[in-house]
C-alpha cells in the first residue's frame, strides 16, 4: 500500500542538542509536506510545512528540508527540550477527489534525554 | 474551546457490539475525516466528506459506516466489532482546497475491543 517511512524509530538526544529525524515518501509527485508532532494520548498537531517549489523552510526552532532528487524530508529541532519528545510524523499531500489527502509516514519517536 | 471534540476518549467493548464515535468541529472547516492509527502509531486515512458529501473511502470493511449529518459533524458507526478493530481513531478537519497548514486533528478515541 502506499507509505511514507516505513520504520518506527526512536532517536535519543541529549537535551540543548539538535535533532534531525528523516522520512522518505514514496510519490514524486507530491507537491506538499507537513511534519507533525504527537504527543502522548493526544491528536498530531502541526509543526512546520513546505511546498514542492522549496528546498528549506525555516520556523521557530524548527527547519524542514526537502531533497525532491531522493525523495527525502527531514526535520531538524535545534536546541531540543523536554517538551519535543513526542512522535513526529511526516505526510505527503497529494490531490485526491478534489481534495487534499495525506499520507503518513509511521513516525519516529524522539526521546529528549536530560 | 476545542477545535475539534470526539466522543469518548476511552471505548472498551466486547467482541460482536456495536458502537459509535461522534466528532464536531468548531473551525468552520467544511471538510472532516477518520483516521486509524494501529498499535504501531501508523496513520491511515479512512474517509473524508466534504459538506457531508463522502469524497475518500479508503479500503475500509463496510462494518464501518460514516455519518455526517452537517459539515461541523463526523460520526463513525461500527458495527459487529473485531479484536482487530481496536485502535486510536483520530478525527481531523480542513477546509477544502487548501492544503495549508494541515489538519486539525482531535485528541483521539482509543477503542479497545476484548
Known amino acids: 500500500g502506499e507509505s511514507v517511512g516505513l520504520h518506527l524509530p526512536t532517536l535519543s538526544v541529549q537535551e540543548g542538542d539538535n535533532s534531525i529525524i528523516n522520512c522518505a515518501y514514496s510519490?514524486?509527485?507530491?507537491?506538499?509536506f507537513i511534519w507533525y508532532k504527537q504527543e502522548s494520548g493526544k491528536g498530531p498537531q502541526f509543526i512546520i510545512d513546505?511546498?514542492?517549489?522549496?528546498d528549506k523552510r525555516q520556523g521557530q526552532r524548527v527547519t524542514v528540508l526537502l531533497n525532491k532528487t531522493v525523495k527525502h524530508l527531514s526535520l531538524q529541532i535545534a536546541a531540543t527540550q523536554p517538551g519535543d519528545s513526542a512522535v513526529y510524523f511526516c505526510a505527503e499531500t497529494r490531490r485526491a477527489s478534489g481534495t487534499y489527502k495525506y499520507i503518513f509516514g509511521t513516525g519516529t519517536r524522539l526521546k529528549v534525554l536530560a | 474551546d476545542t477545535a475539534v471534540s470526539q466522543t469518548p476518549k476511552y471505548l472498551v467493548t466486547q467482541m460482536g457490539n456495536d458502537k459509535s464515535i461522534k466528532c464536531e468541529q468548531n473551525l468552520g472547516h467544511d471538510t472532516m475525516y477518520w483516521y486509524k492509527q494501529d498499535s504501531k502509531k501508523f496513520l491511515k486515512i479512512m474517509f473524508s466528506y466534504n459538506n457531508k458529501e463522502l469524497i475518500i473511502n479508503e479500503t475500509v470493511p463496510n462494518r464501518f459506516s460514516p455519518k455526517s449529518p452537517d459539515k461541523a459533524h463526523l460520526n463513525l458507526h461500527i458495527n459487529s466489532l473485531e479484536l482487530g478493530d481496536s485502535a486510536v481513531y483520530f478525527c481531523a478537519s480542513s477546509q477544502w482546497d487548501r492544503a495549508s497548514n494541515g489538519y486539525t486533528f482531535g485528541s483521539g478515541t482509543r477503542l479497545t475491543v476484548v
Open positions: 510519490n514524486s509527485a507530491s507537491d506538499y
Open positions: 513546505i511546498r514542492s517549489n522549496m
